[in-house]
Nanobody, 121 residues
Framework: VQLQASGGGLAQAGGSLRVSCAAS?????MAWFRQARGKERAFVAA????????RYADSVKGRFTISRERAKLTVNLQMNNLKPEDTAVYYC??????????????????WGQGTLVTVSS
């Protein structure tokens, strides 16, 4: 499975951005991770493809929304009320079967290229 990420860019604090990830084939779960400069890659959100069940990191709950477009095999991450600490390279990831360890980057076999999100204060 190949993943193609798009979106991101520059926003002011309190603003919104959206990143999207298109998959070349069906997956079981897709997720977003982010990596800020000098930090480890961290889980952001995940969605189970079959039933749309979602999970979020505590730091983004209530601000970010992950959703899927079935026909396009695309997952979107809508990011609202952005904060400077959301600045990072965002990566989409996928695995063929859902894992309860959806927050663990090592569980994902497929990765897209990163897309930069910068939030200014």
């Amino acid at each position: 499975v190949q993943l193609q990420a798009s979106g991101g860019g520059l926003a002011q604090a309190g603003g919104s951005l959206r990143v999207s990830c298109a998959a070349s084939g069906r997956t079981g779960v897709m997720a977003w991770f982010r990596q800020a400069r000098g930090k480890e890659r961290a889980f952001v959100a995940a969605i189970r493809w079959g039933d749309g069940n979602t999970r979020y990191a505590d730091s983004v709950k209530g601000r970010f929304t992950i959703s899927r477009e079935r026909a396009k095999l695309t997952v979107n991450l809508q990011m609202n009320n952005l904060k400077p600490e959301d600045t990072a390279v965002y990566y989409c990831a996928a695995r063929l079967v859902y894992s309860v360890q959806y927050y663990d980057a090592e569980q994902y076999a497929f990765w897209g290229q990163g897309t930069l999100v910068t939030v200014s204060s």
